[in-house]
């Protein structure tokens, strides 16, 4: 590829004509290279007898099948471009990171260098959009975690391209002979002591981070943001970390949710709480499908999200399932002016969904319903068998909450009839020490929903 030929000149001002224009560009450089070189999508054309230089437009993308998440994560290997005839930048290893899926194995996303190069732009637009400058200070409160995960490699590429400078806590639950992982204590006293602008984490691990900083009275007033990943967080939750941060005095109040994956990499919000820009239509285009029949749905109705690269050496994935039901809208952004795509919400993971009683329910937005509850320190879900020593016994749906209001039994009234609400399920609760539920001193992440059948 021509040098500068990656980037549109002037971005997400173009208009949408001009943006499709480059993006089909693209994709016809990414459907050749990957008919010659892809081993994946090679064996499946040859054998759906698809003729891919036939596909012009990205209006033709949609004669391409769907590619479900299961493909990948059985095969990564054969998702990585073998083309020894591209320069060394397009083909060296650079980094490999992995999705933190429900299964037990991680699944390698592969990156060489160009990819790197690709995750660096798309994360100065993301800087761009969502307000990180050059003068912030990062604190990345990301886990270090068994196999590496994408937020806490990338935080760091993420300071990079903004120009900002970053330092790492390093919680986690111990693994390893080094004794490298950082108490919670450690995380409150460098954000103190660095004097830290942005917290950089999972949401639940960030307001632990706040709590035990409100208990020590801990200098936070250079916060001003904190971008939340990894895991969903509610409405509720969000304002609960606002709360804290006012609690705090700190110099901002800003909530940055990032939405992203590690096959897509991030989008950036322009405003708190507003649907996601894409950031960098330049590489991944986005369609909202129907998983079933892979037909392209219209804008602003609702459905499965496919990613496909547009531009990529390492893994490359079209149509790729990212397992989320959400909208797409195009045009220019009410709030910013940008053009692009912007994904709106409520991002809704279907891998989520689970069968209780036989009610088939979200967690996520039972996890919403129980967040908002202002009297519940921590929290956590457990689907079980009513006896556990028969697994043929009824569902049972055991919410665990730890609180320290006198009144336990209206409390309890309260969260049966949320819980109700949201999954039609009747649930147990019953009481817990928060730690018990969530410790940061042994976790990382709260685990809220736990399916034990
Ligand atoms: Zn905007």
């Known amino acids: 590829m021509s040098p500068g030929s990656a980037i549109l000149p002037g971005g997400l001002k173009q208009s949408q004509p001009v943006i499709e224009a480059f993006q089909t560009e693209r994709l016809r450089d990414m459907l050749a290279l990957c008919a010659r070189a892809h081993p994946y999508y090679r064996e499946h054309w040859r054998r759906a007898g698809i003729d891919v230089q036939s596909l012009q437009s990205l209006d033709d993308l949609q004669r391409l099948p769907l590619t479900p998440k299961q493909a990948m994560m059985e095969q990564p290997e054969h998702f990585r471009l073998q083309a ?159 709360r804290c941060m006012r609690e705090l005095g700190a110099q901002g109040t800003t909530v940055f949710d990032r939405y992203g994956s590690t096959e897509m990499g991030a989008f950036a919000q322009c405003h708190e709480e507003g649907p996601w820009h894409n950031p960098s239509p330049e590489i991944q285009f986005h369609e909202v499908v129907d998983p079933d029949t892979g037909r392209r749905l219209p804008d602003g109705e609702r459905g499965a999200l496919a990613v496909t690269h547009l531009n990529r050496r390492g893994t490359v994935l079209l149509r790729f399932l990212v397992g989320d039901i959400v909208a797409i809208e195009r045009g220019a952004c009410p709030h910013c002016g940008r053009f692009g795509d912007r994904i709106v919400g409520p991002v809704v993971r279907t ?103």
Not at 398 to 414: E, F, H, K, N, Y
Request: hydrophobic share 45%.
């Open 84 to 242: 020894p005839d591209l320069p060394l930048h397009e083909r060296v290893l650079c980094e490999v990171i992995y999705t933190t899926g429900t299964s037990a194995e991680p699944t390698p996303v592969y990156n060489t260098t160009h990819d790197y190069h690709a995750y660096l732009f798309q994360s100065s637009r993301v800087a761009e959009i969502s307000g990180i400058r050059s003068d912030d200070i990062i604190a990345n409160l990301f886990p270090l975690t068994v196999a590496p995960m994408g937020a806490f490699v990338r935080s760091a590429t993420n300071a990079y391209a903004a120009g900002a400078a970053i330092f790492a806590a390093l919680p986690g639950s111990g693994h390893g002979a080094f004794g490298v992982h950082r108490p919670l204590d450690y995380a409150v006293q460098a954000i103190a002591d660095r004097r830290a602008t942005l917290l950089w984490g999972v949401p639940s691990f960030i307001r632990r981070v706040l709590l035990r900083a409100i208990e020590l009275k801990a200098d936070f007033r250079s916060v001003r943001m904190c971008a939340i990943t990894g895991e969903a967080s509610s409405a509720a939750l969000r304002e609960d970390l606002r």
């Open 351 to 453: 891998r989520d969904l689970v069968k209780v009683k036989g009610m088939l329910i979200n967690p996520a937005a039972l996890l919403d319903a129980l967040q908002s509850v202002r009297e519940i320190d921590e929290f956590q879900v457990v689907i079980g068998r009513s006896d556990p020593s028969d697994p043929f016994s009824m569902d049972e749906m055991r919410i665990r909450i730890a609180s320290g209001v006198p009144d336990q039994t209206a409390l309890a009234q309260t969260v049966v009839s949320r819980a109700q609400d949201v999954t039609r399920v009747r649930p147990v609760v019953e009481f817990a020490a928060a730690k018990e539920i969530y410790d940061p001193a042994l976790q990382t992440k709260a685990r809220r929903f736990i399916d034990a059948r």
